[in-house]
Nanobody
Framework: QVQLVESGGGLVQAGGSLRLSCAAS????????MGWFRQAPGKERKFVAG????????YYGDSVNVRFIISRDNAKNTVYLRMNSLKPEDTAVYYC?????????????????WGQGIQVTVSS
């Protein structure tokens, strides 16, 4: 497993932008499929975005497609989530996750390492 630490969350007004970062350590980052999930209060955790180990392919949940962009820098062992045109319904705790790369990237069970989560709050 790899250790993951998220940063970059906070409070932003609707229409604004944020960039989340997730720094990985303790593993070979370039081998991992990486994902972002989020959990709003009282709701289940949901897939937001995923990126293959090389960065060559990305995946997005329906609610964030076009507005969010996932990227990675394997030299820095970091994955990013650029969030644009934020809406109040994007308010949630955002989690970074790492997978050895097998299975459907939108499924939680594919990932075996998780960060502690970081709060993103979008005010109207």
């Amino acid at each position: 497993q790899v250790q993951l630490v998220e940063s970059g969350g906070g409070l932003v007004q609707a229409g604004g932008s944020l960039r989340l970062s997730c720094a990985a350590s303790g593993g070979t980052f370039s081998r991992y499929l990486m994902g972002w999930f989020r959990q709003a209060p009282g709701k289940e955790r949901k897939f937001v975005a995923g990126i293959t180990s090389s960065g060559g392919r990305t995946y997005y949940g329906d609610s964030v497609n076009v507005r969010f962009i996932i990227s990675r820098d394997n030299a820095k062992n970091t994955v990013y989530l650029r969030m644009n045109s934020l809406k109040p319904e994007d308010t949630a705790v955002y989690y970074c996750a790492a997978s050895p790369g097998f299975g459907d990237p939108v499924r939680e069970y594919v990932y075996d390492s998780w960060g502690q989560g970081i709060q993103v709050t979008v005010s109207s």
